[in-house]
């Protein structure tokens, strides 16, 4: 069973840091991979050619072992999850009059490019809003199965919802998608490295994830696994680094077309950075010491009292079925001013995130009790 990990983190004492869902803290391991990076590059002459691309190389690996990906060939390095949700928008087909399906108030990143997509190829981007009332994640749920027609071409959605943490059924509605023939494309950025995921059992198209939140790594880095749907398709942009051949520097102007296998043709320009890979490489090494079923489990256990009690002042909280426990989404009792909580959380240095409709609570290992403790004091304390 994991324990508290705060003594690998560097956060101050006094503050109930209950934000990962924005951002995570670095850890210190992470933070001294990024300063050794620095450092290297020093002396260039350190850098030979095989260290543009061993590290990637591991990043991949750790990253289809955190996804249970056979191949790591089909994980692609990113700066961002846009990036891998347009490279995704680019290589999809979409007939004139298709309909691409989205949840209500999904991340923007996971928006735009269907919208654009839409209206460049004739198709309709259809959204399916969260349903008001009782059991609304297994409406909500229900609903995009509804959605997933025979002239669907794609699904785009969270593995949760950025906003509350509703998780949404990846298994029946991937299920779904492949009956009509439909790709399923997921942003997992609110949910890998926190709750668990298995490529080969959900067999999504494209699983997109910015680097810097679950995944504790730096900011301006992600990964994604394409599958077959990808294996001819056209990058963003056309690197030296991701063609076949490229490992052999003297020859990079005997010019080739082929690309290296997989999913590396996706890869972003300059992709071996030298300080941001060693870090997100060794946030991905400490998840798996962790283990992700174990974060999710330590999750749950911080989470269980806080919402019950919670709901007692007449917060609303989705129902355990249909919810994470590391992201939970708090909406406010009806008529109870936002200004009044968010005073009370400021006034005992409690960080969260308002979103959309919700407060937004994600604790990780750093955080302990005394984090829950101030955060239901201060619940408390707006309700007056």
């Not at 991937?174 to 009509?180: L, S, T």
């Not at 990058?235 to 296998?261: C, H, K, M």
């Amino acid at each position: 069973m994991l324990t508290c990990q705060k003594h690998r983190f560097s956060l101050p004492e006094d503050l109930h840091y209950l934000n990962t869902a924005y951002m995570s803290p670095l850890l210190r391991q992470v933070e001294a991979a990024g300063i050794a990076g620095i450092r290297r590059k020093r002396n260039p002459a350190t850098i030979d050619a095989a260290a543009f691309f061993a590290e990637s190389d591991r990043v991949r690996e750790r990253f289809a072992a955190l996804v249970n990906a056979p191949d790591p060939s089909r994980i692609a390095l990113i700066p961002s999850a846009s990036y891998g949700l347009a490279t995704a928008a680019q290589n999809l087909p979409v007939p004139r009059c298709a309909r691409i399906v989205v949840a209500g108030e999904q991340f923007p990143s996971n928006v735009y490019p269907w919208r654009r997509l839409a209206a460049e190829r004739g198709a309709v981007v259809h959204t399916v809003p969260a349903p008001a009332g009782p059991e609304r994640g297994r409406r909500w749920n229900e609903r995009l199965l509804d959605a997933i027609t025979p002239g669907t071409a794609i699904v785009a959605l969270g593995h949760v919802h950025w906003t509350d943490g509703t998780r949404f059924d990846l298994e029946r509605i991937g299920g779904r998608a492949r009956e009509v023939g439909a790709a399923l494309v997921v942003d997992g950025t609110q949910s890998v490295g926190a709750l668990p995921f298995d490529v080969q059992a959900l067999q999504p198209d494209a699983l997109v994830c910015a680097g810097y939140k679950w995944l504790m790594g730096p900011y301006s880095l992600g990964v994604a696994y394409f599958g077959p749907r990808f294996d001819d398709g056209r990058p963003l942009e056309e690197n030296w680094i991701t063609r076949r051949g490229s490992e052999v520097f003297s020859g990079l102007v005997d010019y080739v077309d082929a690309y290296q296998p997989g999913a590396v043709r996706y890869d972003v320009g300059e992709r071996s950075n030298f300080i941001l890979v060693p870090m997100l490489r060794a946030a991905l090494d400490q998840l798996a010491d962790w283990g992700v079923a174990a974060i999710q489990d330590y999750g749950r256990r911080l989470s269980d009292d806080l919402i019950a009690e919670a709901r007692t002042l007449g917060y609303a909280v989705e129902d355990a079925a249909w919810r994470s426990a590391h992201l939970v989404g708090l909406r406010l009792p009806p008529g109870r001013p936002r200004e009044r909580l968010l005073a009370a959380l400021a006034a005992r240095h409690v960080v969260v995130s308002v979103r959309g409709e919700a407060i937004r609570v994600s604790a990780h290992v750093y955080n302990d009790e005394d984090d829950m403790q101030a955060l239901l004091d201060a619940l408390h304390a707006a309700a007056g």
